[in-house]
């Protein structure tokens, strides 16, 4: 059973561009949670996702973020005119449909740098 | 917002020394939760305690719970040079339990010698 898998693992884009970050959660996973994690600090929560609905997204930037988890495919994580305190880690952790989801299973990451 | 604070922030010991880290927390909480960073990697799950316990072991780990004083330890024995991580203390706050978000300290810094 494939663990959750996230990419790119390393992303630089340019002042002013798009940054599209993938997730795929673990099989039979259905629920998807973004954290992002700024040098030598803990994570922060971005937004919670289960299949085509935002639950939770409470931690995310007002601008320019946006988080989708479509019905077929990865969840994706869209930056728009990243600036260069968007470079973080950004990490993926999911969790099953049923019971609790207290337990998080978490990716690799996706390293964004801005430069 | 919550914040877990861990402490100390940076812990060097030596093989086979055992390590204790502290982590404080804010707010009521459904459950607390330890994690395990290797450098650039992602989170490794170790040990979920709930509110309602007070002490929980894994292995080499034992992970305590006082929720009067909203505080946590994580106790690694004998420890290993592969021990060498970052290690993060992270709450469910009550109100948050149908979510499941995590809240995150800062994390403890752990280098073991061999």
């Known amino acids: 059973n494939a663990g959750v898998m996230q990419n790119p693992r390393h992303l630089v884009r340019r002042r002013g561009q798009e940054a599209r970050l993938r997730c795929s959660p673990m099989?039979?996973?259905?629920?998807v949670y973004w954290y992002r994690q700024l040098p030598e600090e803990g994570l922060k929560f971005m937004v919670y996702l289960q299949k085509e609905n935002i639950i939770d997204e409470s931690g995310m930037p007002k601008e320019r973020f946006s988080a989708e988890f479509p019905k077929e495919g990865p969840s994706i994580l869209r930056i728009q005119q990243v600036v260069r305190g968007d470079s973080a880690a950004y990490f993926c952790?999911?969790?099953?449909?049923?019971?609790?989801?207290?337990?998080?299973?978490f990716g690799p990451g996706t390293r964004l740098t801005v430069t | 917002s919550q914040q877990g604070e861990e402490d100390p922030q940076a812990l060097s010991i030596q093989e086979g020394e055992n390590a204790t880290m502290n982590c404080s927390y804010k707010?009521?909480?459904?459950?607390l939760q330890w994690y395990r960073q290797n450098s650039g990697r992602g989170l490794v799950h170790l040990i979920l305690i709930r509110s309602n316990e007070r002490e929980k072991h894994s292995g080499r780990l034992r992970v305590t719970l006082d929720t009067s004083k909203k505080s946590s330890s994580l106790l690694i024995t004998a420890s290993r040079a592969a021990d060498t991580a970052s290690y993060f203390c992270a709450t469910v706050p009550i109100g948050s339990s149908n979510t499941g978000k995590l809240i995150f300290g800062q994390g403890t810094t752990l280098q073991v010698k061999p």
């Open positions: 707010t009521s909480i459904n459950n």
């Open positions: 099989k039979g996973h259905s629920h």
């Open positions: 952790a999911s969790s099953p449909p049923s019971g609790s989801s207290y337990e998080q299973y």
